[in-house]
């Protein structure tokens, strides 16, 4: 059982918007900076979202992060059969060295 | 280019050890805080640990699942981070990636993955 809660799945229609929800404690999203990462099936994850809201070098403004309190929300906006992936959330944990992360939230885009 | 890339991996029994490499190239290795992150099979990602820059303490600090069973360790001349692992056991069974990590906690880059299988 992770420490981050994420939903298991979500799922919508090409063109469409969704979100992702990753829930967590003071000890860590509530004091920590959140990122967001994306992997497909027998690959490494890729940076999707780091400190809450930035976007590294080369990843579209369809994907947006934020941040309220112990929860953070990926956005995708747009959604393309290509985004089909699984995607974590983490952040530093002061009390569970060194960090944690979310179980995963498989996106299928129907 | 960064370039991380983990060797070392393989079958071995419980009980046993292991020790995996990271060759690190195309940034200042001496700057990076590096850290080892696993995924067993289907499962989520999970924290092994991380190791800080020499200017920072250089200290690492491992997860629970872990502790006092794997040691992080890095050769800044050689841009080396190491995995050493001991009294493996069949939960330790997953993908090792080796990291780069920031202070924020944002893991930039990662490894192609190095798998590791303890089975008897």
């Known amino acids: 059982q992770s420490v981050l809660t994420q939903p298991p799945s979500v799922s919508a229609a090409p063109g469409q918007k969704v979100t992702i929800s990753c829930s967590g404690t003071?000890?860590?999203?509530?004091?920590?900076?959140v990122s967001w990462y994306q992997q497909f099936p027998g690959t490494a994850p890729k940076l999707l979202i780091y400190e809450n809201n930035k976007r590294p070098s080369g990843i579209p403004d369809r994907f947006s992060g934020s941040k309220s309190g112990t929860s953070a929300t990926l956005g995708i906006t747009g959604l393309q059969t290509g985004d089909e992936a699984d995607y974590y959330c983490g952040a530093w944990d002061t009390s569970l060295s060194p960090g944690v992360f979310g179980g995963g939230t498989k996106l299928t885009v129907l | 280019e960064v370039k991380l890339v983990e060797s070392g991996g393989g079958l071995v029994e419980p009980g046993g050890s292991l020790r995996l490499s990271c060759a690190a190239s195309g940034f200042i290795f001496t700057d990076a805080w590096m850290s080892w992150v696993r995924q067993a099979p289907g499962k989520g990602l999970e924290w092994v640990g991380r190791i800080k820059m020499k200017t920072d303490g250089g200290t690492a600090d491992h997860a629970a699942p872990v502790k006092g069973r794997f040691s992080i360790s890095r050769d800044d001349s050689k841009n080396m981070v190491y995995l050493q692992m001991n009294s493996l056991k069949i939960e330790d069974t997953s993908v090792y990636y080796c990291?780069?990590?920031?202070?924020?906690?944002?893991?930039?880059?990662w490894g192609q993955g190095i798998l590791v299988t303890v089975s008897s």
């Open positions: 003071s000890s860590n999203i509530g004091n920590h900076y």
């Open positions: 990291t780069t990590v920031t202070w924020a906690g944002t893991v930039d880059y």
